[in-house]
């Protein structure tokens, strides 16, 4: 029997997979709200089991999304497993559940930017040149927290090839009254003498605390490195990815040519190969801490943040998959 | 007085240099070359051509103060001339004289252009991925020899922000038939792992082997550094800058704001917005494995002795540009 999804939880799944709705934050809290229609819009039998497997059934269809995405799982996850975990008797109960779990995972994805920003601005010092790179929200929390603090701050903002989200974060900053100057991509080497402190977003902490964030910030992480600046990484625990800890890597999205050339370009030159990955990953010892809402940890710790925020999903969904697998394997031989 | 029509010959070529359409730095030297011949023959008297010889050399210099070869060309060029002036030459020969002096520097350039391309081709072996960013005519030259001898290399370009010099070079690579790859300059270290070699162009070679080339270079180096590929150099001896033995700093030039944003979107971000552009960036020799000169292939911090065996002695007898130019003027009087 099958159970129709509404239609405003199809449409969010679309404007995820279309990317009108963009950025981690935003996709995870998308991701909760359809979580949270769903279970209010539920048309079904009557039964919690009807129930849970037509909820596994959404939660299938935003994970399809955007299959790279790791704020979007963590979301998922936050609210289906805590919905197992509970093991409602009624279908009223089980309902209840959702509706509590998506609202509370939208608050804590809301503040936790507002946390990250107050924590982190507490590292900006009177005075200090701050680099920046590609747009992340947590990232001008942070440095709008320090500057609203009466903070004498100037930031370099990279241009962020090919598609330009330096603009945006110039545009966020200076519309606070932020002194902002613009850089190429090329150039950060050159500048870094002139920075005290390098602050960037994240897309997934892996694991070991490796970073994966937009293509340019292990450039930036070496030459920090090399001039002995701070590297700053400000992320939401839901960045960290579960699915890490048993050894999945973190696939990187290589993107349309279109984005660095145009189509003139391409058909005056048919041999010339454009490759353009969207994201690098920075080793953890290139990083001094990570900021989270909950605080700051250095990357190697990342594993902490994990086992304490996901723990129980890790042991539910990975191991317990990862078993089955197993045992698969072994009856095949 | 110089006529308005040498003035109108030199903000030209000054203005195709700031604005980067002169990409090769021994194409800038060549073209500014070219053109105080051309500025010679309009001379119709001693007066006169000491008067543009040295109004060329003055504004020139000051449009690109960090290329070596344009203050060693204009260095010959003047000296010929003072010996000329304190020699009593008749105002034909001199003329003459000064020409040929011309034509043996750009004849050099090339010459030594083919020497290092024979010698850096040797360097390139088949299954080779060699890193490139900038543009450079020695470089192109090596690739294109490297190909003629039959051997089966890839190459990988950075875009080479301001100027997008990589769309240039990977169009002209494909067309010899060389299988290139572009990709933004924030993917080179990302990169860089699949990269056997490094190779890139000169604007100047400091005293200390540090070399000066476009914005990007450094960085690149880096990367390589920390990936442990050799970074090759390719420099003529003209391109090593006395001035730095006695101490010079080499000050940076940068690049006018429309070469990475228009008004329009400027206006669009924010009225505030700085944007900072430098042209060129410094590699310390630490990072850089060897400089292939017309001489042959030898280690940064080996030009010392490459200097000696050139000019009998270390340092090498030059007079200071800026002196040699009012020492030139002095003759007149």
Redesign the interface.
């Known amino acids: 029997m099958s159970t129709i999804i509404p239609e405003d939880v199809v449409k969010i799944a679309d404007d995820i997979k279309t990317m009108r709705i963009r950025g981690a934050g935003r996709i995870a809290r998308a991701a909760a709200l359809a979580l949270k229609i769903a279970a209010e819009k539920y048309s079904g039998r009557k039964e919690v089991s009807d129930f849970i497997r037509y909820i596994d059934k959404i939660a299938k269809l935003l994970l399809s999304t955007r299959p790279t995405a790791v704020s979007l799982p963590n979301a998922v996850m936050y609210v289906t497993s805590r919905l197992k975990r509970a093991k409602p008797a009624t279908l009223d109960e089980a309902i209840s559940l959702i509706v509590r779990y998506s609202n509370e995972f939208i608050e804590y994805s809301k503040t936790a930017t507002e946390k990250i920003g107050l924590i982190g601005s507490r590292r900006i010092q009177d005075g200090d040149v701050i680099l920046t790179h590609c747009n992340s929200s947590a990232a001008v929390s942070v440095i709008v927290h320090a500057f609203k603090q009466g903070k004498n701050i100037r930031v ?1 903002a ?5 598609k330009f989200q330096g ?1 945006i974060t ?2 966020a900053l ?2 606070e009254g932020i ?13 870094m003498k002139k920075v005290d402190k390098v602050i960037v977003g994240a897309d997934t902490v892996a694991a070991n605390g490796a970073v994966v964030n ?3 910030t ?2 930036i992480a ?2 920090a490195k ?1 001039a002995r600046v701070r590297m700053f990484v400000a992320a939401e625990t839901y960045k960290f990815s579960p699915a890490t800890v048993i050894g999945e890597l973190v696939e990187i999205e290589e993107r349309s040519p279109l984005e ?2 145009d189509e003139k ?1 391409l058909r ?10 969207a994201f ?1 990953v920075t080793p953890p010892e290139y990083i001094d801490t990570i900021i989270t809402e909950e605080g700051l940890i250095p990357p190697q710790a990342a594993f902490l943040v994990l086992m304490e925020k996901f723990g129980w999903i890790i042991q539910d969904y990975f191991v317990k998959e990862f078993k089955l697998a197993r045992e698969e394997y072994e009856e095949w031989y | 007085m110089v006529s308005p029509n040498v003035v109108s010959i030199v903000s030209k070529v000054i203005k195709d240099i700031k604005e980067w359409n002169i990409r090769s730095s021994s194409g800038v030297a060549e073209v500014a070359l070219e053109n105080l011949a051309e500025i010679v023959k309009l001379s119709n008297s001693v007066k006169d051509l000491v008067e543009n010889v040295t109004y060329v050399a003055n504004e020139i210099i000051s449009s690109r103060p960090t290329s070596a070869m344009l203050i060693n060309s204009f260095r010959e060029v003047l000296l010929t001339l003072k010996h000329n002036l304190e020699e009593n030459v008749d105002f034909k020969s001199n003329v003459s004289l000064i020409l040929e002096k011309i034509s043996y520097l750009l004849r050099k350039s090339r010459e030594d252009t083919e020497k290092i391309s024979i010698i850096g081709a040797n360097r390139v072996v088949h299954g080779d991925i060699i890193i490139t960013a900038t543009y450079s005519k020695t470089i192109m030259k090596i690739f294109e020899r490297a190909y003629a001898q039959g051997k089966k290399f890839e190459v990988y370009v950075a875009e080479s922000r301001p100027g997008d010099d990589g769309k240039i070079i990977a169009s002209k690579l494909s067309k010899m038939n060389i299988p290139i790859t572009l990709i933004v300059d924030s993917a080179m270290r990302y990169f860089m792992k699949d990269a056997t070699k490094a190779f890139l162009g000169a604007e100047a070679v400091a005293a200390n082997g540090a070399v000066i080339s476009k914005v990007g270079s450094s960085l690149l180096a880096l990367a390589a550094h920390e990936a442990r590929v050799r970074v090759f150099v390719a420099s003529s001896t003209l391109k090593f800058s006395y001035e730095t033995i006695f101490g010079e700093l080499i000050k940076i030039p940068h690049a006018p704001e429309r070469t990475i944003i228009d008004e329009e979107t400027k206006r669009k971000i924010g009225e505030k917005l700085k944007v900072e552009i430098p042209l060129l960036d410094i590699i310390p020799p630490e990072y850089v494995d060897a400089i292939i000169t017309e001489y042959g292939v030898i280690a940064p911090q080996a030009i010392p002795i490459l200097m000696k065996q050139i000019y009998g002695k270390w340092p090498p007898e030059f007079p200071d540009i800026q002196t040699l130019i009012n020492e030139v003027k002095k003759c007149l009087q």
């Open positions: 370099y990279t241009e962020t090839r090919p603009y110039a545009k200076l519309s002194d902002v100057t613009l850089i190429p991509d090329s150039a950060v080497r050159y500048i937009k293509i340019g292990s450039n070496l030459a090399e660095i050339v370009y005056e030159n048919p041999n010339v190969r454009v490759r353009n990955p690098d």
